[in-house]
């Protein structure tokens, strides 16, 4: 039987529209919520609190922890691919599947990309967005146990959660956000935050061994150079992590370069940096970074 715990690498597909939308302004709002809880239910999701504004509503995945207890197609990324590309509409042809390695042989980042376009149309892009997604495992012990319920608490739910938000720091990574956040029994937090039209999520599950939070966020190559380095640079103040990998992906080089000197001086050092190019979707670089307190552990595990 598979060693397994709360697993923390999320499964993660995300789809992108274009051409005429018949209901302007509408997309997929037009959908009522019993069909998208239907489309849910499927995978096994449920929506356990909902926030909204003018722009939202509120697949790539890293290494699992538990690679072992995952059920099918998750097998293996070969098995996901294979799957996917029995699945998706022929009129998505231009299609690529890689596997981003780092130096580290427990940190990957699988990417499966498929588009009817070659390249993106920059026309429909005015406002040329970039995806930031960071993966972080081995959280600080003490910053961990702010993500569990505290003892005869009894409460679980949009309260706690929000109780969370405020205690961890979260809060403060962008205070401007509307934020939907939820505590889980006994322990483990997620929230999404809305900005306008930019949006965040985090998740955590917090037990000792295998802790592990991500975060991810929208923002725009126009944005001010150091917003990226001041959310980074947050997001490492609430978890600590000894070890953390950053996939970028953009159209422009500029946003990736940023990664490092927000974490840098934060203790953490770049291990490894990979970059590969996906249809319709511009270049996406994968970066990894550990800690000195996580060197010295490999260090003495190697002796």
Same mark, same amino acid.
């Given at each position: 039987?598979?060693?397994?715990?709360?697993?923390?690498?999320?499964?993660? !597909?995300? /789809?992108? @529209?274009?051409?005429?939308?018949? &209901?302007?302004?509408?997309?997929?709002?037009?959908?009522?919520?019993?069909?998208?809880? %239907?489309?849910?239910?499927?995978?096994?999701?449920?929506?356990? *609190?909902?926030?909204?504004?003018?722009?939202?509503?509120?697949?790539?995945?890293?290494? @699992?922890?538990?690679?072992?207890?995952?059920? #099918?197609?998750?097998?293996?990324?070969?098995?996901?691919?294979?799957? !996917?590309? %029995?699945? /998706?509409?022929?009129?998505?042809?231009?299609?690529?599947?890689?596997?981003?390695?780092?130096?580290?042989? *427990?940190?990957?980042?699988?990417?499966? *990309?498929?588009?009817?376009?070659?390249?993106?149309? /920059?026309?429909?892009?005015?406002?040329?967005?970039?995806? !930031?997604?960071?993966?972080?495992?081995? !959280?600080?012990?003490?910053?961990?146990?702010? #993500?569990?319920?505290?003892?005869?608490?009894?409460?679980?739910?949009?309260?706690?959660?929000?109780?969370?938000?405020?205690?961890?720091?979260?809060?403060?990574?962008?205070?401007?956000?509307?934020?939907?956040?939820?505590? @889980?029994?006994?322990?483990? $937090?997620?929230?999404?935050?809305?900005?306008?039209?930019?949006?965040?999520?985090?998740?955590?599950?917090?037990?000792?061994?295998?802790? $592990?939070?991500?975060?991810?966020?929208?923002?725009?190559?126009?944005?001010?150079?150091?917003?990226?380095?001041?959310?980074?640079?947050?997001?490492?103040? &609430?978890?600590?992590?000894?070890?953390?990998?950053?996939?970028?992906?953009?159209?422009?080089?500029?946003?990736?370069?940023?990664?490092?000197?927000?974490?840098?001086?934060?203790?953490?050092?770049?291990?490894?940096?990979?970059?590969?190019?996906?249809?319709?979707?511009?270049?996406?670089?994968?970066?990894? #970074?550990?800690?000195?307190?996580?060197?010295?552990?490999?260090?003495?595990?190697?002796?």
């Amino acid at each position: 039987m598979a060693v397994s715990g709360f697993e923390g690498f999320e499964k993660r !597909l995300e /789809l992108h @529209f274009s051409g005429d939308d018949p &209901v302007v302004g509408m997309g997929l709002r037009h959908l009522d919520f019993e069909s998208l809880e %239907q489309v849910l239910h499927a995978v096994q999701c449920t929506v356990v *609190s909902a926030v909204g504004n003018h722009y939202f509503d509120a697949y790539t995945r890293g290494s @699992f922890i538990f690679p072992k207890a995952q059920p #099918f197609p998750h097998t293996s990324f070969r098995d996901e691919v294979i799957y !996917l590309e %029995q699945s /998706l509409p022929s009129t998505l042809c231009y299609r690529k599947a890689s596997v981003m390695p780092s130096k580290m042989s *427990s940190h990957s980042w699988h990417v499966f *990309s498929a588009s009817d376009e070659p390249h993106m149309v /920059l026309q429909h892009m005015p406002d040329v967005l970039y995806t !930031l997604e960071v993966c972080m495992t081995d !959280l600080d012990r003490v910053l961990a146990r702010k #993500f569990f319920l505290r003892p005869g608490a009894g409460k679980a739910g949009d309260v706690a959660g929000k109780e969370m938000t405020e205690l961890t720091g979260i809060g403060d990574i962008n205070p401007g956000a509307l934020i939907c956040d939820f505590a @889980f029994d006994p322990c483990g $937090y997620s929230m999404n935050g809305i900005d306008g039209d930019r949006y965040s999520t985090i998740h955590v599950t917090p037990e000792d061994g295998y802790s $592990y939070a991500s975060f991810e966020c929208v923002g725009s190559i126009y944005d001010d150079q150091n917003d990226v380095v001041q959310v980074l640079k947050k997001v490492v103040q &609430v978890f600590r992590p000894a070890t953390m990998s950053v996939s970028t992906t953009c159209t422009s080089h500029e946003v990736w370069t940023r990664v490092a000197t927000a974490l840098e001086p934060m203790g953490l050092k770049c291990r490894s940096c990979a970059v590969d190019e996906f249809p319709a979707a511009g270049s996406m670089v994968f970066q990894t #970074f550990t800690t000195r307190r996580k060197e010295k552990r490999l260090v003495e595990v190697d002796m």
